[in-house]
């Protein structure tokens, strides 16, 4: 009985070492909306830090619904706030990752 024992708990324990799964880690998932209507926040993407209201750091996509839907601007005065994005976590405000819900 303790070998048929052994035997299914090696087994599970192949069976879900083998699926991996990522965690993201982020402060805000985000969507990007084409419409400025239904959007929460307009923004400017800046490339000028010391500018920027915030600075982001792109986490990659996640998966889920968005908890912030944005509109991108190309007109920094009617953005709602300038974002500056960062290649560093440490240097960032927020984390965020971006989905397509």
């Given at each position: 009985?303790?070998?048929?024992?052994?035997?299914?708990?090696?087994?599970?324990?192949?069976?879900?070492?083998?699926?991996?799964?990522?965690?993201?880690?982020?402060?805000?998932?985000?969507?990007?909306?084409?419409?400025?209507?239904?959007?929460?926040?307009?923004?400017?993407?800046?490339?000028?830090?010391?500018?920027?209201?915030?600075?982001?750091?792109?986490?990659?996509?996640?998966?889920?619904f968005g908890?912030?839907?944005?509109?991108?601007?190309?007109?920094s005065i009617?953005?709602?706030?300038?974002?500056?994005?960062?290649?560093?976590?440490?240097?960032?405000?927020?984390?965020?990752?971006?989905?397509?819900?």
């Open positions: 009985m303790k070998k048929i024992l052994g035997i299914v708990v090696l087994g599970f324990s192949l069976v879900f070492s083998i699926i991996e799964a990522e965690a993201i880690i982020a402060d805000l998932s985000v969507k990007v909306s084409n419409s400025s209507i239904i959007a929460d926040q307009s923004i400017y993407i800046t490339n000028n830090s010391i500018l920027a209201d915030e600075t982001w750091y792109n986490a990659g996509k996640c998966s889920g908890d912030l839907t944005i509109y991108i601007t190309t007109n009617l953005a709602d706030k300038s974002i500056y994005y960062t290649s560093n976590s440490i240097l960032a405000d927020k984390t965020v990752c971006f989905t397509d819900y």
